[in-house]
């Protein structure tokens, strides 16, 4: 049962679907891997596979340099994508994911929240958020993220790990188009 609610949790946590539908393929060689068509705690099925952070030599996250107000709106645009999620509220979850994201289906990414929602009590508490990639058109927030996840029997299981959410300007917002997460 734990075991189920952890991968029920990380699926939410991940939210990202691929594109493709076919299975993977074993041929039973070193170059089989699910990178290919299958999301994996690498990429996530994203096709730009260029999102990741740098620490320096003390194991701190570098920042990147953000002009002040981009650097808010940006931040501020990760807490309403954390806080929507923790308040189960799908709409206003919905109102922060970009409408053609690069790393997940949109309409997947709704319907699998709404059985999520209802099925378990998840909560994430992130921290040392950090801006670690941006340009004027997309932006990168490294964080490190406890997941709580709960269900109706009482059970409860926790995660922790780094997540990079990525975010690109649509009409002159911020919104969540990908995300990485590596498990602890």
């Given at each position: 049962m734990k075991k189920m609610m952890l991968l029920a949790g990380m699926l939410l946590l991940l939210s990202a679907c691929s594109e493709e539908s076919g299975p993977a393929e074993n041929t039973n060689s070193v170059d089989d891997s699910n990178l290919e068509n299958e999301n994996n705690a690498v990429d996530h099925g994203m096709e730009d596979k260029s999102a990741g952070f740098t620490m320096d030599s003390?194991?701190?996250?570098?920042?990147?340099?953000?002009?002040?107000?981009?650097?808010?709106?940006?931040?501020?645009?990760?807490?309403?994508?954390?806080?929507?999620?923790?308040?189960?509220?799908?709409?206003?979850?919905?109102?922060?994911?970009?409408?053609?994201?690069?790393?997940?289906d949109r309409a997947e990414d709704q319907l699998a929240l709404e059985e999520a929602f209802t099925?378990?009590?998840?909560?994430?508490?992130?921290?040392?958020?950090?801006?670690?990639?941006?340009?004027?058109?997309?932006?990168?927030?490294?964080?490190?993220?406890?997941?709580?996840?709960?269900?109706?029997?009482?059970?409860?299981?926790?995660?922790?790990?780094?997540?990079?959410?990525?975010?690109?300007k649509e009409d002159a917002e911020w919104k969540v188009s990908g995300l990485h997460f590596i498990g602890n």
């Open positions: 003390e194991g701190n996250v570098l920042e990147a340099d953000v002009p002040e107000e981009e650097e808010e709106a940006i931040l501020a645009a990760y807490d309403e994508y954390i806080a929507a999620f923790n308040a189960e509220d799908l709409d206003r979850y919905m109102a922060v994911i970009a409408e053609e994201p690069e790393g997940f099925a378990y009590d998840t909560e994430y508490v992130p921290s040392n958020e950090t801006i670690v990639k941006y340009t004027p058109e997309r932006a990168e927030v490294f964080a490190e993220i406890e997941v709580a996840v709960g269900a109706e029997t009482g059970a409860k299981t926790e995660q922790s790990g780094r997540q990079v959410v990525i975010f690109k």
